[in-house]
């Protein structure tokens, strides 16, 4: 029990330290807030312009969601075509990591051209840029599938729809719930990456603001916002992958 409590503080207790750190760097070397803020400072900022800082937040979280929901969708219904058959794992999958490692951003002047300025753009950066892990893990998945375990369900009577539907899906969940976790920071890091040059609202809207307006404080604010909404995401994630897959991790119970 002991060790459980310590590995569930144990992040916390590494963020007050980094915090305390920067903060004791920033004031005994007098570090300038214009070049590199102390978090004094940036709480400072959030207080300071909390309404702001909220609706811009605001939008960045609906405009996450809605592209991070197209990639669930997308992602698992890509993963499931790929992952079912050896010829589609084959003849898709080297075309998809070819097109993930194509820069997200080099994307976005593209988006405004067709969608305009706003919200259409951001979430279309979101979805391209986490969709790949949940197609990825969700193809895992089911292409690995022991043949063993196949040949008995298919000796007992089972088709092939029955083996992806009935063991392939529910083994892959905790793929899935891994890909998942990946894919939301990317989401978020989509979304920004995208207001910042075809927005004039939101958190990376906010960044460019406060950057040109020499408020570093109010910029690094930001960035603390995107990263807490990015966490309590991350957790909400991790909660549900132990409620519903506990199976998969009857090994570590008894630590």
């Known amino acids: 029990m002991k060790r459980r409590q310590l590995e569930t503080w144990?992040?916390?207790v590494?963020?007050?330290?980094?915090?305390?750190l920067w903060q004791v760097i920033c004031s005994a070397f007098d570090v300038s807030e214009f070049?590199?803020?102390?978090?004094l400072r940036i709480w400072n900022?959030?207080?300071?312009?909390?309404?702001?800082?909220?609706?811009?937040?605001?939008?960045?979280?609906w405009v996450t969601m809605a592209g991070f929901g197209l990639a669930i969708v997308v992602g698992v219904l890509l993963g499931f075509l790929i992952g079912s058959s050896r010829m589609a794992y084959a003849a898709v999958y080297p075309l998809m990591t070819a097109f993930n490692a194509l820069p997200k951003a080099a994307f976005v002047p593209i988006?405004?051209?067709?969608?305009?300025?706003?919200?259409?753009?951001?979430?279309?950066?979101?979805?391209l840029i986490s969709f790949f892990p949940i197609m990825v893990n969700i193809a895992t998945g089911l292409a690995t599938?022991?043949?063993?375990?196949?040949?008995?369900?298919?000796?007992?009577?089972?088709?092939?729809?029955?083996v992806l539907v009935k063991v392939g899906l529910p083994r892959s969940l905790?793929?899935?719930?891994?890909?998942?976790?990946?894919?939301?920071?990317?989401?978020?890091v989509g979304t920004t990456v995208s207001e910042m040059t075809a927005a004039n609202e939101g958190i990376g809207y906010l960044l460019i603001s406060a950057g040109s307006a020499m408020q570093m404080g109010l910029a690094f604010?930001?960035?603390?916002?995107?990263?807490?909404?990015a966490m309590v995401m991350y957790e909400l994630f991790s909660l549900l992958e132990r409620h519903t897959t506990a199976w998969a991790h009857r090994g570590s119970q008894g630590h």
Do not use: C, N
């Not at 070049?35 to 978090?39: D, L, N, Y």
């Open 10 to 12: 144990s992040p916390w």
């Open 14 to 20: 590494l963020l007050v330290a980094v915090v305390l």
């Open 35 to 39: 070049i590199f803020p102390s978090p």
């Open 45 to 61: 900022q959030m207080v300071e312009f909390k309404g702001i800082i909220a609706a811009h937040a605001w939008r960045t979280f």
């Open 111 to 127: 988006l405004v051209v067709w969608f305009g300025i706003g919200a259409g753009p951001a979430i279309l950066t979101a979805f």
């Open 145 to 162: 599938l022991e043949p063993e375990l196949e040949d008995v369900l298919r000796v007992l009577g089972a088709r092939r729809w029955d």
């Open 174 to 188: 905790p793929y899935f719930y891994a890909s998942l976790k990946v894919a939301i920071t990317l989401a978020f």
């Open 221 to 229: 604010a930001g960035l603390v916002v995107i990263g807490a909404m």
